[in-house]
Nanobody, 124 residues
């Protein structure tokens, strides 16, 4: 069992930045690939970014490439999402998730554990 708790969400103006954190507890965090997903109002949950268990590989949705950066610190059992140049369309509830998969997966059904989510609101 892995427990995940997100933090760092909030209200920011367009063009601003936020850094989300996801703290993990429970079973060995370092064996899991980690992902960030988001769910905009009235829409389905979508993949944002993923990082391999070692941190050596990352993947991003096209909509956030060049603006968002995922990273992890296995010593602190924490994964981060640095979000720069935020746009109103980035407004969503952001979730972190953990998966045991051969490679980073953008599919939410491959993720075994989920946090409760943190709200990010970008005003225009």
């Amino acid at each position: 069992q892995v427990q995940l708790v997100e933090s760092g969400g909030g209200l920011v103006q367009a063009g601003g930045s936020l850094r989300l954190s996801c703290a993990a507890s429970g079973r060995a965090f370092s064996v899991y690939d980690m992902g960030w997903f988001r769910q905009p109002p009235g829409k389905d949950r979508e993949f944002v970014a993923g990082i391999s268990w070692s941190g050596g590989s990352t993947d991003y949705a096209d909509s956030v490439k060049g603006r968002f950066t995922i990273s992890r610190d296995n010593a602190k059992n924490t994964v981060y999402l640095q979000m720069n140049s935020l746009k109103p369309e980035d407004t969503a509830v952001y979730y972190c998730a953990a998966a045991r998969v051969p490679s980073i997966s953008p599919a939410h059904y491959n993720y075994n554990y989920w946090g409760q989510g943190t709200q990010v609101t970008v005003s225009s």
